[in-house]
């Protein structure tokens, strides 16, 4: 697995081709996903190591991904600490109980990774024993997993959260520390389970001024990648163009960007380090040729040294399997 292209790119090394893999690879585009996914709610898919090796297994049939990501979501965490949870068709994930006031967090518990969370970790020992390609492990960064317990769903102006920023903040600050802490041993279990790398979701980043994210951002993301040791972390930021100087502040072995950023200007900013990145989950609904324009357009922006070919965000659940294909077979195929 250290030879493997996915590894060699994150230690920055120059290749013939990316690696690719792509954010949300399981999922509901796939029409066998479905099959499982009748069977089951999404959390008890998330919960049934079996079902969710399963769903985790099902791109790679098909497609030949170099890398494979556990099959779980970002808000199990949370739940875990006793907020309660659902994902709703049609609406997505709903907190019932948010939190709207510092006393609220009272009702949290700390939970311990092994024994309140053990369904995800036996699904990495169960998916590394029949992997071929390395398996990434993840969680929610703390900004984004605060935005959902605080917002109850996701949001459009984040007044909620935004309204701690501006009353609450010790409030939120310690919310925010705890969430890394447990983020940061979430990760190191999951590493010491068999996966390969790590990657800290951090989707609600952009949506804070840059005072803001320097406070509430930054520091929690570092904290949590500072608690995971022996893997490569990956720290992927949404919509965080205008702070990408302010990127590094958060010491992650390589940085995930969307589609908004040029990867090539990306590089003058962030410096010698691997990045991923980032062909809008969009444009897999073009044509072929438009494809593959777009495909070699991220990979020479990127260079061939320490990149990871990907989505700059999760694939759409409407997505043509075509496009998915078209898109892996053209960076399969590139040659620098
Ligand atoms: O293949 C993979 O990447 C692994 C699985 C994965 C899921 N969620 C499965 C999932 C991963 C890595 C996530 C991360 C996640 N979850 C993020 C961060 C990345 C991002 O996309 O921004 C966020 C914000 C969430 C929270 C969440 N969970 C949302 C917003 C939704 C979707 C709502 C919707 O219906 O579109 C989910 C549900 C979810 N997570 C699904 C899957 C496959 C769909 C659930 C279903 O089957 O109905």
Same mark, same amino acid.
């Given at each position: 697995m250290t030879d493997s292209l996915l590894l060699r790119a994150l230690r920055g090394e120059a290749l013939e081709r990316p690696p690719v893999w792509f954010m %949300?690879?399981?999922? %509901?585009?796939l029409p066998e996903y479905h099959d499982v996914r009748n069977q089951v709610d999404f959390l008890t898919l998330c919960r049934r190591p079996d079902l969710a090796a399963e769903v985790t297994l099902q791109p790679l049939r098909r497609f030949g991904f170099d890398a494979s990501i556990v099959f779980n979501d970002i808000l199990v965490p949370p739940a875990a600490m006793g907020m309660d949870l659902e994902f709703i068709k049609g609406r997505g994930p709903v907190f019932h109980d948010p939190l709207r006031a510092p006393a609220d967090l009272d009702r949290l518990q700390v939970p311990d990774v092994q024994t309140e969370m053990p369904e995800v970790l036996e699904t990495i020992r169960r998916l590394v024993a029949q992997l071929e390609v390395p398996l990434f492990g993840f969680a929610g960064a703390p900004f984004t997993l605060a935005a959902y317990m605080i917002e109850g769903s996701g949001s459009k102006n984040f007044l909620h959260i935004k309204n701690w920023v501006l009353h609450h903040p010790d409030a939120l600050h310690e919310l925010l520390g705890n969430l890394a802490d447990l983020c940061g041993a979430y990760l190191q279990a999951q590493a010491d389970a068999g996966a390969a790398a790590v990657q800290l979701f951090d989707t609600w980043a952009g949506v804070l001024g840059r005072d803001d994210f320097d406070r509430f951002v930054v520091p929690y993301a570092q904290r949590a990648l500072a608690g995971v040791s022996g893997v490569p972390r990956l720290y992927f930021t949404r919509d965080c163009g205008a702070v990408l100087d302010r990127l590094r502040a958060v010491d992650a072995d390589a940085y995930a960007l969307d589609w908004r950023v040029d990867l090539a200007q990306a590089r003058q900013v962030l410096g010698e380090v691997p990045i991923m990145g980032n062909l809008d989950p969009v444009a897999l609904y073009g044509p072929p040729d438009e494809i593959r324009r777009r495909v070699a357009a991220v990979i020479q922006s990127a260079g061939p040294k320490g990149h990871v070919f990907n989505l700059g965000h999760g694939i759409l659940p409407t997505t043509p399997i075509e496009g998915v294909r078209c898109a892996v077979d053209a960076v399969r195929a590139w040659r620098w």
């Open positions: %949300r690879q399981a999922g %509901r585009y």
